[in-house]
């Protein structure tokens, strides 16, 4: 059974840091595509940042534009980890944070799409406050 674990999260004050984990038990992890999402209360989940695996879009990390520069996604293939270092934050990223992950190599505008992915984590609280 393939599980996703976060860890990481909590809470900082704005302009603060804050980094979140992903662990995942995929036996294809090094060719899967892995992002993090993130979800308020009454909206949908949120496309972060993510990487495909092993392909010729390997070394391409895609971001939202409301975290460039502010946040950094990164991949270990040897331990089947993601991370995301968030810098300056803002209260507006307040949130759960979501690892997902999907055995395929998503292209184009597919990454954004939380319905892509089939596996999930259980989700972080990053909370930031004013």
């Known amino acids: 059974q393939v599980q996703l674990v976060e860890s990481g999260g909590g809470l900082v004050q704005a302009g603060g840091s804050l980094r979140v984990s992903c662990v995942a038990s995929l036996r294809t992890f090094s060719f899967a595509t892995m992002a993090w999402f993130r979800q308020t209360p009454g909206k949908e989940r949120e496309f972060v940042a993510g990487?495909?695996?092993?392909?010729?879009?390997?070394?391409?990390?895609y971001y939202a534009d409301f975290v460039k520069g502010r946040f950094s996604f990164s991949r270990d293939n040897a331990k089947n980890t993601v991370a995301l270092q968030m810098n300056s934050l803002k209260p507006e990223d307040t949130a759960v944070y979501y690892c997902?992950?999907?055995?395929?190599?998503?292209?184009?505008?597919?990454?954004?799409?939380?319905?892509?992915?089939?596996?999930w984590g259980q989700g972080t609280q990053v909370t930031v406050s004013s």
């Open positions: 997902a992950a999907v055995e395929a190599v998503l292209t184009g505008n597919r990454w954004t799409r939380s319905l892509e992915y089939n596996y």
């Open positions: 990487s495909v695996g092993v392909s010729r879009w390997s070394a391409t990390i």
